[in-house]
């Protein structure tokens, strides 16, 4: 998730391109750059790692001339975070330059073929590979003019996979400025005399609130004194008429929600779509197994797999844990990292050691797996969000999440895309040890493509319903989640999210506890939320449970697979999610929900949502 800036006009552009790029900053922070075309019709670039400010410090030193420039701020996703991978993107002869935010799936694939035609390539990314595209289909083309242009932009999105938004410059377009857009949001503003290109509106309050959102396999030609052009996947142009934005920039800093975390919430289904992007299927498997750097030979040896992680992210790995388990057909143990070095056992020959992080930064879980690293017994990857952190080096390969930067201190898509990245871990490790058969592997595979569209609708369609319980329930002293085997951790992370941002002490549990303790605490001031969607494994055992828990005047919320009425007389309140052929699913959807409960409660009650008292995003000190 990266911020993009493009600007058309009679204005200085860096200056302005700065500003939109420290109002999306929050969209990336590795690096950072602008470009303009100048008034003797070169193109001049100026690239920093790290924040906007190195940037604005750079730009003092050297300043940049010329009225028509894009700008990016980098969260990396194909390479380090380094100058030369920072964006813009030149080709080889520098007469093409572009931004880019996305990912493009078979970039590999088209890099080996420029390499063969003589290109020459100086950064590690997905997105060079662009911009010497263009220069070639540019150098075919005949000219500057909007067919010309046109024709050669869609050449180039002929070849490529993946989702993306682009803008690019060209030495021969002139003063001109291609958007693209393909699954990541681009939108245009229109100024007096001038015209931008942003990947969030935030950017564009300070010049404009007159915008024309781009919709996907469009492509809009911002022109000099006129107004841009939209034209869709066919090459016809497109009538699309302006609206005004009714925000101030500090509400569209969070893209018009009023948290950060529940912004983050309602980016949980792109980010597990992006982590499963170009990765989910057998034809992928080669891919998926050398960037986790694990080979079929010792996918083959394994015995036994032991995940380390802490928080939210160890709440994913005990998912994990059943999932290696029940499709890898591997035991498979999920341990807290800060407890794991003083536990006596050991890494023995034959063990996955899996870390688990959203930062990469976590203390505990780097020490944790630097113990596990004094030993070859173990293979080590890491399941990480952050590029070039810490676990990222200690660890032999990792499997990225894609899910950007995440600001809201309670994790939330973060937990989503772990769990996409623990999914398609097991099932490759499955699939090569013959544990899954290749029809249940496709079948599995396709409900997990499915599982972003059911997750939107939860987050959707259940919202209204978990308003009014929180509503309801704002003012409990205490609650109690319950869930049976996959849903046992999403008992446990729901309580978790409650406890962090609305100070209401709640527990998670293991259904089967309940009677072991637990049950003493349950009176009518006492809610339970109770994950009873209707699995073969675990429903009729939850019924049960509830039956106990409402004998002693629990009020009862409890999660539900639509269609489901015959615990309508047992709960309260009932949240349906969608019906699912695999139940080893279902900790996604449910997950949501809690997410949505603990956010609405702690907004009514007023509380800092995004920055819980006492709580830090990455704890870097054990």
Same mark, same amino acid.
């Given at each position: ?71 990016? %701020? ?10 030369? /991978? ?16 996305? *990912? ?40 500057? %003019? ?63 609130? /007159? ?5 996907? /396999? ?275 992370? +729901? ?8 100070? *209401? ?38 019924? %049960? /449970? ?16 639509? +269609? ?59």
């Amino acid at each position: 998730m990266c911020g993009i800036v493009g600007y058309l006009g009679k204005k200085q552009a860096a200056p302005l391109l700065l500003d939109g790029l420290k109002r999306l900053e929050y969209r990336g922070y590795d690096s950072a750059g602008i470009c303009v075309l100048t008034p003797q019709g070169d193109l001049d670039i100026v690239r920093v790692v790290g924040k906007i400010a190195g940037l604005e410090e750079r730009l003092r030193a050297r300043p940049l001339e010329g009225s028509v420039a894009l700008g990016h %701020s980098r969260w990396a996703t194909h390479g380090r975070p380094s100058e030369e /991978n920072a964006h813009p993107h030149t080709d080889c002869k520098g007469g093409v330059v572009l931004v880019h935010n996305g *990912i493009i799936e078979n970039y590999q694939e088209l890099k080996e073929g420029l390499l063969k035609r003589k290109h020459k390539f100086r950064s590690e990314t997905d997105t060079e590979v662009l911009a010497h595209l263009f220069e070639e289909e540019i150098s075919r083309g005949n000219g500057a %003019s909007e067919t010309a242009v046109v024709s050669s932009v869609r050449r180039v999105l002929k070849q490529l996979r993946g989702a993306y938004s682009l803008v690019v410059m060209s030495k021969k377009w002139g003063r001109q400025i291609i958007g693209i857009r393909k699954d990541c949001p681009l939108v245009v503003g229109l100024g007096a005399g001038e015209s931008l290109l942003a990947s969030d509106i935030p950017a564009l309050l300070p010049f404009t609130k /007159n915008v024309v959102f781009i919709e996907d /396999n469009e492509i809009v030609l911002l022109r000099e004194g006129r107004r841009p052009v939209i034209f869709n996947g066919s090459g016809k142009a497109v009538n699309r008429p302006s609206q005004e934005v009714p925000w101030d920039p500090l509400m569209a800093e969070k893209g018009g929600y009023k948290h950060f975390m529940h912004k983050e919430i309602f980016e949980g289904p792109r980010s597990f779509e992006d982590t499963l992007r170009a990765r989910s299927y057998e034809e992928n498997l080669e891919a998926l197994l050398a960037e986790a750097a694990i080979r079929r030979q010792e996918i083959m040896r394994l015995r036994r797999v032991t995940i380390l992680a802490c928080g939210t992210a160890y709440h994913a790995g005990m998912i994990g844990e059943y999932l290696f388990e029940q499709w890898a057909k591997l035991p498979a143990r999920a341990e807290i990292a800060s407890e794991f070095r003083y536990a006596s056992r050991s890494i023995e020959p034959g063990t996955l050691t899996v870390a688990i992080s959203q930062s990469g930064e976590t203390a505990d879980t780097i020490a944790a797996m630097k113990l596990c690293r004094k030993t070859s017994a173990s293979v080590t990857m890491g399941i990480v969000n952050q590029i070039g952190s810490t676990l990222t080096r200690q660890t032999r390969g990792t499997l990225y999440t894609r899910c950007g930067p995440e600001i809201g201190v309670a994790s939330t898509k973060a937990f989503v895309a772990q769990l996409a990245a623990l999914y398609l871990l097991v099932l490759g490790i499955a699939r090569v040890r013959g544990a899954i058969a290749p029809v249940q592997f496709k079948e599995i595979t396709r409900e997990l493509c499915e599982i972003p569209n059911k997750l939107r609708w939860v987050l959707q369609e259940t919202e209204p319903r978990v308003m009014a319980l929180a509503q309801e329930f704002q003012q409990a002293k205490g609650f109690l989640y319950l869930g049976r085997h996959l849903l046992y951790p999403v008992a446990l992370e +729901g309580a978790l999210k409650l406890k962090e941002i609305s100070y *209401i002490h709640a527990e998670g549990y293991a259904a089967g506890e309940m009677k072991h303790g637990p049950i003493a605490l349950i009176d009518s001031e006492m809610p339970v939320f109770c994950l009873a969607p209707r699995s073969s494994l675990i429903y009729e055992k939850m019924r %049960s /449970n509830m039956e106990e828990a409402r004998a002693r005047g629990a009020r009862i919320i409890a999660v539900v697979t639509k +269609g489901d009425r015959s615990l309508d007389k047992i709960a309260h309140q009932t949240i349906v999610t969608p019906v699912l052929k695999h139940e080893e699913f279902e900790p996604v959807l449910a997950a949501a929900v809690t997410q949505l409960f603990a956010y609405h409660v702690a907004r009514l009650k007023g509380l800092d949502v995004d920055q819980p008292r006492n709580l830090a995003k990455s704890v870097t000190v054990e």
